[in-house]
């Protein structure tokens, strides 16, 4: 099935050609613009029928789109860790509300707490499901491969500081790759109100309609737990919305 986004030219039994406003992978409602007509109309992807400019039926529920970009990222981290890039990480973790799951790419020092804030190299699902882009000039639906070019086009100083070697983290992160994709990816936060952390690494879908992962426990990556000893200080419990320390806690 052909991805879809906003911008993305539609044909419709009674209204003809049209041009998707804006998208919401979650619930495969969608709001296109037809003709000169002022207003946009709302569109069920399950029930409208829907098509390509091509006349290819855009069909929702037969074929689940990704709800979250995490696994078509750890794809193409897996990829740049092979050529090479093995000081790119990939932070994934739950937004307060437990709906949707932040992603964070950075290189250089393996820090988890103190990690680089780049343009472009973090997002959230929330964004995702209207506008299934991850803000590096990709396209929808992009591949992994596509996705490490359009990343180096994009931001060739911030990725050549992920050259270098990591081979600890490489061999574990290929190593939940094998275990999770296509269809889940891990997170790198749990409800601290359940305890301390769990034993494994927690393991999310990535679109609706897959069964519950019963794979393999997963383990942590290499020196995670190191950071959640009864002797640090509990910085990053007291996190802003994007998990960066509170200047109260640099």
């Not at 094998?178 to 891990?186: D, G, K, Q, S």
């Not at 383990?219 to 190191?226: I, R, V």
């Amino acid at each position: 099935m052909k991805p879809i986004a906003p911008g993305t030219v539609i044909f419709h039994r009674y209204r003809g050609y049209g041009v998707i406003t804006s998208v919401n992978l979650l619930t495969g409602w969608i709001t296109a613009r037809f003709g000169n007509e002022g207003r946009t109309l709302d569109l069920n992807l399950s029930s409208d029928q829907v098509q390509h400019a091509d006349g290819e039926p855009i069909l929702f529920r037969c074929a689940p789109p990704d709800r979250m970009p995490q696994a078509r990222l750890m794809a193409m981290v897996r990829n740049l860790h092979r050529a090479g890039y093995q000081r790119l990480y990939l932070y994934s973790w739950p937004k307060p509300s437990g709906l949707h799951w932040r992603w964070h790419l950075f290189t250089g020092p393996r820090n988890w707490i103190q990690r680089s804030w780049r343009e472009g190299w973090y997002g959230s699902g929330a964004d995702y499901s209207l506008n299934p882009i991850l803000g590096w000039n990709d396209a929808p639906g992009s591949d992994a491969t596509e996705l490490a070019h359009a990343l180096a086009k994009f931001d060739p100083q911030g990725l050549a500081q992920a050259l270098g070697r990591d081979e600890d983290h490489t061999a574990w992160f290929d190593a939940v790759c094998e275990a999770l994709l296509p269809n889940y990816a891990f997170s790198l936060g749990w409800d601290q109100r359940d305890g301390a952390v769990p034993d494994s690494l927690p393991v999310i879908p990535v679109r609706h309609n897959v069964p519950k992962y019963s794979g393999p426990a997963l383990p942590w990556p290499p020196g995670w737990t190191k950071l959640w000893t009864s002797t640090r200080r509990e910085l990053v419990v007291r996190t802003n919305p994007l998990g960066v320390p509170s200047d109260a806690d640099r």
